[in-house]
T-cell receptor, first 116, second 116 residues
Framework: DSGVTQTPKHLITATGQRVTLRCSPR?????VYWYQQSLDQGLQFLIQ???????AKGNILERFSAQQFPDLHSELNLSSLELGDSALYFC???????????????FGPGTRLTVL | ELKVEQNPLFLSMQEGKNYTIYCNYS?????LYWYRQDPGKSLESLFV?????AVKQEGRLMASLDTKARLSTLHITAAVHDLSATYFC????????????????FGKGTKLSVKP
């Protein structure tokens, strides 16, 4: 158990809908990262937040957005869902790269999203 | 663009045999991470390699880093069935370290299957 929690574990929805995925980082971690894992694209970095502020963006679609709240939990919002958005979405957390000198990330159990 | 390439992508081994997984990356970095993922599960941090020549060992797995060759290896000694999983290497965005980024770029993963 990494200490990172994600809800829900599974989500089944229809095309065009909007969903929200939630992540709570490990106690003491300030950085939260979102990744998408699919068979064809592999593990893709989406977005990073550090202490409430967006710090880096990866291959995140405009239909997707995220935020990190004052209590450091984060939410990933996916809208106008398409079949191709079906994937495993992971949240990871770390203390923050500048604090330790490296950036070991700890992953949550993931949310499996199925878009029908 | 930073690229991380692993090979092989699929590896079928017999129990008791030795093998090496290779991870090449395309930019300067002295931070390399290895993760393990069991089917349908989260990613588990295995090793953090932080300098040229770094070597870490845990049980039957040994990881090393050659920053000059931009190469990391994960060596498996006397494989057992419990090692069957997908192994990912990931590289830190070194040039952005300490700045706004800290995200990891992952390879496609090596799916290891150990057969009796």
């Amino acid at each position: 158990d990494s200490g990172v929690t994600q809800t829900p574990k599974h989500l089944i929805t229809a095309t065009g809908q909007r969903v929200t995925l939630r992540c709570s980082p490990r106690s003491g971690d300030l950085s939260v990262y979102w990744y998408q894992q699919s068979l064809d694209q592999g593990l893709q970095f989406l977005i990073q937040y550090y202490n409430g502020e967006e710090r880096a963006k990866g291959n995140i679609l405009e239909r997707f957005s995220a935020q990190q709240f004052p209590d450091l939990h984060s939410e990933l919002n996916l809208s106008s869902l398409e079949l191709g958005d079906s994937a495993l979405y992971f949240c990871a957390s770390s203390v923050g790269p500048s604090l330790l000198g490296y950036n070991e990330q700890f992953f949550g159990p993931g949310t499996r999203l199925t878009v029908l | 663009e930073l690229k991380v390439e692993q090979n092989p992508l699929f590896l079928s081994m017999q129990e008791g045999k030795n093998y090496t997984i290779y991870c090449n990356y395309s930019t300067t970095s002295d931070r390399l991470y290895w993760y393990r993922q069991d089917p349908g599960k989260s990613l588990e941090s295995l090793f953090v390699l932080l300098s040229n020549g770094a070597v870490k060992q845990e049980g039957r797995l040994m990881a090393s880093l050659d920053t000059k060759a931009r190469l990391s290896t994960l060596h498996i000694t006397a494989a057992v069935h419990d090692l069957s999983a997908t192994y990912f290497c990931a590289v830190d965005m070194r040039e952005n370290y300490g700045g706004s980024q800290g995200n990891l770029i992952f390879g496609k993963g090596t799916k290891l299957s150990v057969k009796p």
